[in-house]
């Protein structure tokens, strides 16, 4: 069988993924906070998982490493911490639940 060189093997694109965790396709929006709230940016979701996302923005270079990240039907905000960056986007890794008692460390910055 000869195969096109245009065509994408997706089961060989899942097999190579290194995540823990599959992650699911998203649209919703997302907001970051740091700096004591002070600092806000607004950006969205492209992919989601229990662990992680694949954020979107405008600019992305402005993003601290880490951040309280807070997505739209969402029930709770998390903490995040920037795994990667690439041209308007960043991968996020949630570090832990959002809410707890004590200081925050996203807004220490």
Same mark, same amino acid.
């Given at each position: 069988?000869?195969?096109?060189? $245009?065509?994408?093997?997706?089961?060989?694109?899942?097999?190579?993924?290194?995540?823990?965790?599959?992650?699911?396709? @998203?649209?919703?929006?997302?907001?970051?906070?740091? $700096?004591?709230?002070?600092?806000?940016?607004?950006?969205?979701?492209? $992919?989601?998982?229990?662990?992680?996302?694949?954020?979107?923005?405008?600019?992305?270079?402005?993003?601290? $490493?880490?951040?309280?990240?807070?997505?739209?039907?969402?029930?709770?905000?998390?903490?995040?911490?920037?795994?990667?960056?690439?041209?308007?986007?960043?991968?996020? @890794?949630?570090?832990?639940?959002?809410?707890?008692?004590?200081?925050?460390? @996203?807004?220490?910055?």
């Amino acid at each position: 069988m000869q195969t096109d060189d $245009n065509v994408i093997d997706l089961k060989r694109t899942i097999e190579n993924d290194q995540r823990k965790e599959p992650r699911m396709r @998203a649209l919703k929006r997302a907001t970051l906070s740091f $700096n004591q709230g002070y600092g806000v940016f607004e950006g969205v979701v492209r $992919n989601q998982s229990p662990s992680g996302a694949k954020l979107s923005f405008g600019e992305a270079l402005g993003v601290p $490493n880490r951040f309280l990240l807070t997505v739209s039907g969402d029930a709770r905000a998390r903490l995040a911490e920037i795994r990667w960056r690439g041209d308007g986007e960043v991968g996020v @890794a949630f570090v832990e639940e959002a809410g707890r008692q004590g200081p925050d460390p @996203a807004f220490d910055r």
